[in-house]
């Protein structure tokens, strides 16, 4: 079966610190692979996907990169930390099934704090 | 207007209640709908695929109208462990994916 692993699970980081949070997914090969972020009492703002190796889109331009070294393994990183990057990290997982569309699996999260 | 439009509570209702929610899509050419549940502080977690002619799994009933451009989640004899916050997800082809703000669903002993 598979699963998707993030760490770490928390973390408080000081503005202008850089960041990079990790995603792996085990018992799977070529997922799709997606960043989101949740900022508290919102919904899921989606960052980046990923269709393979070094294969990033981006849907919001921020002060975030992320970056896909191996096929299971996804990194959202920062340069300098900004108040506003405070939330919660969700990596998420999929393949796409033709006209059944897509389900998303996600891992545990990221809480990240920026003061 | 959103793409996904969901109530977002909290519906309170004791248990045992039936309790039903809603959700708007606007892109007509939405390809499948699914329903996601997302308890504090944790990962949303898929609850049910919603299929044209409705589906049921348990006590979850989920319904699609395309003509309306609505799905519906249907919870009868509500538990304490249902208590969550429920987020309907319209998945509009290629890599797009659209998750609603969620309605929060609290039930009380």
């Known amino acids: 079966s598979q699963t998707i692993h993030q760490w770490p699970a928390t973390l408080v980081q000081p503005v202008g610190s850089p960041l990079s949070l990790e995603c792996t997914v085990e018992g799977t090969s070529n997922p799709n692979l997606y960043w989101y972020r949740q900022a508290a009492g919102r919904g899921l703002q989606l960052l980046f996907y990923s269709v393979g190796i070094g294969q990033i889109s981006s849907e919001v331009p921020q002060n975030l990169s992320a970056s896909r070294p191996q096929d299971r393994q996804f990194i959202l990183s920062s340069k300098k930390l900004l108040l506003s990057d405070s939330g919660f990290y969700l990596c998420a997982w999929s393949v796409l099934r033709g006209r059944s569309g897509e389900t998303q699996y996600f891992g545990p999260g990221t809480r990240l704090l920026v003061l | 207007r959103k793409e996904v439009e969901q109530d977002p509570g909290p519906f309170n209702v004791p248990e045992g209640a039936t309790v039903a929610f809603n959700c708007t899509y606007s892109?007509?050419?939405?390809?499948?709908f699914f329903w996601y549940r997302q308890d504090c502080r944790k990962e949303p977690k898929l609850l049910m695929s919603?299929?044209?002619s409705g589906n049921e799994d348990g006590r979850f009933t989920a319904q699609l109208n395309r003509a309306s451009q609505y799905i519906s989640l249907l919870i009868r004899d509500s538990k304490l462990s249902d208590s969550a916050t429920y987020l309907c997800v319209v998945y509009t082809g290629g890599f797009k994916t659209i998750f609603g703000a969620g309605t929060r669903l609290f039930v009380k002993a």
């Open positions: 892109n007509s050419a939405s390809q499948s």
């Open positions: 919603v299929y044209s």
